[in-house]
């Protein structure tokens, strides 16, 4: 799915997949191939199941989507080389995908995604859930779930509700 959306596939890293956007190729509307590609993996994964003892449990991914400067490029040496990335980018992507089971959640994006995609006018609906200093940070950072088709008959109607309510929740 990210190979579709002009994504670049690098490694599993135990059960989860990291991908890129962006590099090595520039991509002109990256954040929106990433956060797209993410709702294409679920809508992919409807239905998947895995049959533990009397009953199937449904598999689930679990995404973080994040838009910051990272440094991209071969790593090592004549030895051994790898095409890598690193920087707090990376490790912020990282943090959101683990956050998701905390909250519940498929996907969860940060401030800068949701921020670049506003500005560009692009159609996706995200709900704030919190905000969050990840491991390794003190400032903290907003985080987002992005609102799948279908999820409600009003998705911008929820969102709009939630942001009331995230508001409410940060003047405690």
């Given at each position: 799915i990210s190979h579709n959306n002009e994504g670049t596939f690098l490694e599993f890293i135990g059960d989860e997949v990291l991908a890129v956007y962006n590099a090595p190729r520039q991509q002109k509307n990256h954040v929106y191939a990433a956060?797209?590609?993410?709702?294409?993996?679920?809508?992919?994964?409807k239905g998947f199941t895995y049959h533990a003892q009397s009953h199937d449990i449904p598999i689930q991914c679990r995404c973080g989507v994040h838009s910051g400067y990272i440094f991209a490029g071969n790593i090592g040496s004549h030895q051994r080389m790898k095409y890598g990335l690193l920087g707090d980018g990376i490790n912020l992507a990282a943090r959101l995908k683990g956050l998701n089971s905390r909250y519940k959640t498929l996907t969860?994006?940060?401030?800068?995604?949701?921020?670049?995609?506003?500005?560009?006018?692009?159609?996706?609906?995200?709900?704030?859930?919190?905000?969050?200093?990840?491991k390794g940070k003190t400032e903290p950072t907003v985080i987002y779930e992005t609102l799948m088709p279908g999820c409600a008959s009003k998705p911008r109607n929820v969102a709009a509700r939630h942001a009331e309510a995230f508001q409410l929740y940060q003047q405690q």
């Open positions: 956060v797209l590609s993410s709702m294409q993996i679920h809508t992919a994964m969860l994006v940060s401030q800068n995604v949701v921020g670049q995609l506003q500005a560009k006018k692009q159609r996706l609906v995200f709900r704030p859930v919190d905000a969050v200093a990840v």
